[in-house]
C-alpha cells in the first residue's frame, strides 16, 4: 500500500470540486433545522377557552412540565440532538483528517441512526392527525412542520452525498 493510500485526509482535501456543494449543503440543512427548531410547530385549540401554539423547543418544555418524562425526552433526543450530532459528525466526516477506515466506521453509524431521521416528523404527523377530535379540539400544522421537515431531507441528502463520495474512495483506494 502506498503512503497516499494510508495517509488520513480529509473528504474535503481528496474532493475539492465537491467542497462548496457539500459546505452550502451543510450551511443549509443546519439553518433549516434551528429555523425549524424555532418556529412554532403546530397550533392548537379547544373549544373557544384553549389555544397553545408549540414549537419544537417549547414542546420539550410542555411535555417536561406535564410530567410526561418519556415522551419529552424522546422528542428532545429524536427532534434535536440526533439532528445536531448528525449534522456535526458530516461535517467532522467531510472536514476532517480521518483515516478510511474511520470514517467508514462513522459514516456506517450515521447510516445505522439514518433510519429513524424521520420519526420526529412522522410523530407530529401522527399527533396532528389523532388530536383533531372535531368541534371539541383542533390542531393545524404551522410552518416550523415544513421547515424542520425540510432540515431532515436536506440533512438525509447530504448524508447519501457524503457517503457515496467516501465509499467511492475507500472502492477505488483499495483500502479494507
Known amino acids: 500500500m502506498s503512503k497516499v493510500a494510508t495517509r488520513a485526509s480529509a473528504l ?12 452550502v449543503a451543510l450551511l443549509v440543512s443546519t439553518t433549516l433545522l434551528l429555523t425549524g427548531l424555532s418556529l412554532p410547530l403546530l397550533h392548537a385549540q379547544q373549544m373557544i377557552f384553549w389555544k397553545s401554539t408549540y ?10 412540565e406535564a410530567n ?38 462513522l459514516l456506517h453509524r450515521l447510516e445505522l441512526l439514518g433510519k429513524w431521521s424521520m420519526l420526529d416528523v ?16 383542533k390542531v393545524e400544522p404551522r410552518a416550523g412542520v415544513y421547515v ?15 457517503d457515496r463520495l467516501a465509499r467511492f474512495r475507500l472502492h477505488t483506494s483499495g483500502e479494507p
Open 12 to 23: 474535503s482535501q481528496l474532493y475539492p470540486a465537491h467542497t462548496l456543494a457539500v459546505s
Open 55 to 64: 414549537s419544537v423547543w417549547t414542546g420539550v418544555v410542555a411535555l417536561w
Open 68 to 105: 410526561e418524562l418519556l415522551l419529552a425526552t424522546g422528542l428532545l433526543f429524536f427532534s434535536i440532538v440526533f439532528p445536531v450530532v448528525k449534522l456535526a459528525a458530516l461535517s467532522v466526516i467531510w472536514f476532517v483528517r480521518l483515516p478510511q477506515a474511520q470514517r467508514a466506521r
Open 122 to 137: 412522522f410523530v407530529v404527523a401522527i399527533l396532528i392527525v389523532l388530536v383533531k377530535l372535531g368541534p371539541l379540539a
Open 148 to 162: 424542520f421537515a425540510a432540515a431532515i431531507a436536506c440533512s438525509m441528502l447530504t448524508t447519501m452525498y457524503v
